[in-house]
DNA sequence: CAACGTTTGCAACATTATAACAATTGTCGC
DNA sequence: GCGACAATTGTTATAATGTTGCAAACGTTG
């Protein structure tokens, strides 16, 4: 068995959240596309963890930080960050996750743990090919995928109560 | 190519409608569960076509049938449907469509058209498997599975506006 | 600086979902 | 049938999530 993945083990998530603002810097420049504070800020609030973050979670903390957000400040950031890939959607929880795999071309599969909240998100090859093919029988054109699977952690498997923040 | 799906050409459709309520009726008795006049009728509305339906569609249209429904009305009988696997809620469109599989051990795939809103639930066994696969690489216990995908549908590639309701 | 497009502030509103408790209905033993 | 009990439904209110529209502030470019 490989070493666990970061969510599912205690890690310096420093180094998570730095590699994820670089990566946001990066491709903002590469886009022409403007990281100001707010957007920068919210993909920080999100990547303060592996778990999920509402919108107004989100919102809650920006309000404790002399930002004056209203709900349309978190949502048109969490636009700007979904157009470019900073961050996901789990439709399943209405929540935001950041984007470990930030511009790569990937296509999501995301593991959520009903008990401690994290979320490991995957790159898969096989799964990707088994969904292309299941659509083309069907002469289906897919565009858009959501791939959530909730279940249990290999930590909370292990009888932890509660996984990494 | 074989024939293509109900949801993607003409098709009798009070046959499904038909179909899915003797289902209903079928697993209610196996599980001493009552179908009531409220969970039936909202079944038989979730089957009126194969557009996924909003909770507060269906309270529209219980509405102006004598009917005084509340939203929790409407929750309390998806949720039965739900309980007995009648119906699926597709997250990524806060909606709900009727089970082509009720009563059989199923992980379901919706492909969603986003031109004509037409949903189609596929089973795939090598699809289950890739993720099953996928899965148990990261030592995780999947539970319930979510796959949604959106994208056009035959009918509307070939350039029908809309699709069969 | 002036003009323009982008981003943010802000107020109101729309949509989706749940909580709490009372009233009604169905079921079962008597 | 009748009373007791559980399941279902009615009703009101409220929570949680997401959007619209318009004005002010900001950044860039000539
Ligand atoms: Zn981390
Ligand atoms: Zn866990
Ligand atoms: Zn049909
Ligand atoms: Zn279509």
């Not at 420093?14 to 920068?40: F, G």
Request: hydrophobic letters at 35%.
């Amino acid at each position: 068995m490989p070493e666990r993945a970061l969510p599912y083990r205690p890690h310096n998530h420093q180094a998570c959240v730095s590699q994820a603002l670089a990566d946001a810097r990066h491709i903002c420049r590469e886009h022409n596309a403007r990281l100001t504070a707010i957007r920068e800020r919210v993909l920080e609030l999100i990547w303060q963890s592996h778990k999920p973050l509402g919108a107004y979670d989100i919102l809650a903390q920006l309000g404790t930080e002399g930002h004056n957000a209203a709900p349309p400040t978190v949502y048109r950031a969490l636009d700007f960050l979904l157009q470019y890939g900073l961050v996901h959607r789990i439709s399943s929880l209405n929540a935001f996750t950041g984007c470990t795999h930030a511009g790569q071309k990937h296509q999501g599969v995301f593991l959520i743990c009903r008990q401690c909240g994290n979320v490991l998100e995957l790159e898969s090859e096989p799964v990707a090919r088994a969904i292309d093919t299941a659509a083309k029988t069907e002469d289906f054109r897919p565009d858009e995928i959501t791939l959530e699977i909730t279940g249990l952690c290999p930590r909370c498997r292990a009888g932890a109560e509660t996984g990494t923040d």
